[in-house]
């Protein structure tokens, strides 16, 4: 990730439709991985078909991280990047150390010029509930892509469940939709009448 991206190509269009990707570690996806309630395959394949489908079609995406609190004078440590979900020099890529992908100043500033976005990814109990939660506070259209996101497992509740609760809590902030129905409405000849992100 060494090239320079140009953001006011983002920035001069005011509807665009963004995809939001959160927290496609390594890291993520191993501990994610170890609990057997957690269907990682059909979480990725999902996040996959909407990253196909977003290229496709020209939409931006967004990949966001969490990295670990820098040391002073040291720059923040990463996880890598889940083998096939490594952003392309097209894309724009932000990095925060609390949950909420807003905590980054730049994807704040991004967001806030088209006002609505897809959103998925891994961690949706902490990183997407926060981020919906921020969305809601600014007035920006969410849509969170439930089938394309996965939750951990928690003391007493296994990663199923949890995930459940964190979408009943996401519907209080944004829509939920499955990712084929987010496709089908953002396809270029489906696109007039509709809000999704």
Not at 110 to 121: D, E, R
Request: positive net charge; aromatic residues 8%; charged residues 25%.
């Amino acid at each position: 990730m060494s090239a320079v991206i140009d953001l006011r190509a983002y920035l001069g269009e005011p509807r665009s439709r963004l995809l939001v990707l959160v927290d496609l570690q390594m890291r993520n996806y191993e501990e994610l991985a170890r609990d057997p309630y957690c269907d990682m395959g059909s979480c990725l394949e999902n996040c996959m078909a909407a990253i196909r489908h977003a290229r496709a079609h020209g939409l931006p995406i967004a990949f966001t991280r969490h990295g670990e609190e820098p040391r002073s004078g040291e720059p923040s440590a990463q996880s890598a990047w889940i083998p096939g979900f490594e952003p392309k020099r097209s894309d724009m890529v932000f990095e925060r150390q609390r949950p909420s992908c807003y905590a980054n100043r730049l994807f704040d500033n991004i967001v806030s010029q088209s006002g609505s976005f897809a959103l998925a990814g891994l961690i949706a109990d902490e990183a997407c509930l926060a981020t919906a939660i921020d969305a809601a506070h600014r007035g920006h259209h969410v849509t969170f892509l439930n089938d394309a996101a996965a939750s951990r497992g928690r003391a007493g509740a296994d990663a199923r469940s949890v995930h459940a609760i964190t979408t009943k809590a996401m519907e209080l902030f944004v829509d939920v939709r499955a990712t084929r129905r987010w496709m089908i409405a953002t396809s270029p000849s489906t696109t007039r009448g509709h809000r999704y992100g």
